[in-house]
């Protein structure tokens, strides 16, 4: 095989254009030496510009311009085809790196048509860097950041011009931006810290200064630096009363404030703590502390505000018996007449909104208490009942009455706590029966026993608003009667049984009282 016909030298540039050289056929071209692919993209593109030049009028044959990339050829191989190939312009992708681009002008002489023969007028070979982004911005995105020196700030994002080891200054300012004012934080919790994120990748930590210098790796192309300031958010709490509004005090990091307190400066994710102050009494109404606004029911919280927020501390209401700041007592009293009826007196409730009084009486014979019972409901401005079951005495007996009125709140649909008031009664009486007293008149029907679980013995009180057959049973929950403790004819009034369960095993029993007009089942434990 024949060589090439070489009839230049071949020539290395790294100029943006090629010399002209005195030569019979030859070129010049212009292009970029560096180029640089944009955040997000993987390529650049670097177009080169052709001129070409024949002042003897040489004869050529089929010339072309061989143009390799990196060792290969990609365009105007010199044995390939048979048509002239001389471009004007010739445009490269290129990925991040530096390249190698090799020129080759040739023809296939005069005396032949044998690609081996070809003439070769003129070679250049040079090099083109593709520079690849590393982007560096705010955690919140937009704002202003150092990049370069700590002088001249940036717009986040900011997209610097990098390649591998190459070594720049970063830096974190303190800004206000979309509405919050951003720290770089140092506080120990939750601190400030420079984060690389490769693309297609998680955030790994960089650095915890303020002020740093990132050294760019070979694979950072698309990589984000990102300042991690954090915002000053700006809670307040509150507490919130039904139909009362946010008044009343609160405490916030173990400082006591009127509410809703004012804003608190918080560096995001920094703890406060709130404390909502139980057992308030607003216009007679004694709040308790129900939840937070984030469902907590813990009174003292630690918040972790991420936001601006408002925090409600919610109460719930019921009636209280005082309230010093209106001069209040309920001042639930007796008459003390002794023989007579017992009538019960209270104040009128302050608050309009309680709407009505509860009458709630039990009763202690022989030792044995009975379970509470309702013995009247009367309407607000009432402010006394009767209740002629029971006399009045000074003198202690086997009988004690406890009383309770409970003012009822109709906002919150709430009665006061209980709280007794005993008093020294006796049964207005006027004949007795195998010492069974029997009453006069004024009885409600009832049935309860005590104590309830037992062990063996329990008494069962009971009393009968009309005269009548009375028949009392007690059954297994099985359905089996176990025992029958009354049936006879009785006169209205208050009575008491003893059931002795020492032949029984341990269990649930139910006993009924099936009168003239009272029928009831209850249940009791007996536990040995």
Known sequence: MKSLKIFIFTVLFISVSSEIFPQSFYFTYSGPTSVVVPYNSNVATATYYFTYYNPGNIT???PRLTIEFDGTTIAGAICEGNNIYLPGAYSFSLTPGTHTIKLTL?????????????????????????????????????????????????????????????????????????GYHWVWNSSGINNSKWLREPKNSGAIDYSFNRNTTYTVQANDKDTKLIAGLRKIVKPNFQNSFVSLGNGGVITVNNIQYNSPTSTFDVVELNPITAQAIGGLILNAIYYSFDHWSDGSTSAYKTFNPGSTTTYTAYYKGKPSRYDLNLGYNLNLHTSTVVGEPITLYWNEHPNTSVTKYQIWRKEKYNGVTSD??????????TTSFTDDDFNYTTIKNQYMLYYDVRPYYIVENSYA?????????????????????????????????????FNPITNISYSIKDAGLVNIKVFDLLGQQVAELVNEEKEAGYYSITFDASKLPSGIYLYTINSRSFIQTRKMLLIK
């Not at 081996?116 to 690849?132: D, K, L, P, R, S």
């Not at 940036?154 to 974190?172: C, E, Q, V």
């Not at 007794?420 to 029997?438: G, N, R």
């Open 60 to 62: 050529l044959i089929r």
């Open 372 to 381: 509470p019972h309702l013995l009247a409901t009367v309407n607000r401005g």
């Open 106 to 178: 040739s023809d296939l002489g005069q005396q032949s048509n044998d690609c081996t023969e070809a003439n070769i007028w003129q070679e250049v070979e040079f090099q083109v860097i593709a520079y690849f982004k590393v982007r560096n911005e705010n955690i919140f995105g937009g704002g202003s950041i150092y990049v370069d020196n700590y002088t001249s700030t940036k717009t986040s994002p900011y997209d610097r011009t990098a390649y591998a080891s190459f070594s720049y200054a970063i830096g974190a300012i303190d800004q206000d931006y979309g």
């Open 417 to 453: 706590d209980a709280l007794w008031m005993p008093v020294f009664a006796e049964y207005p009486f006027y004949k007795t029966t195998d010492s069974t007293l029997i009453l006069s008149s004024g009885y409600d029907n009832f049935i309860s026993n005590y104590p309830n679980p």
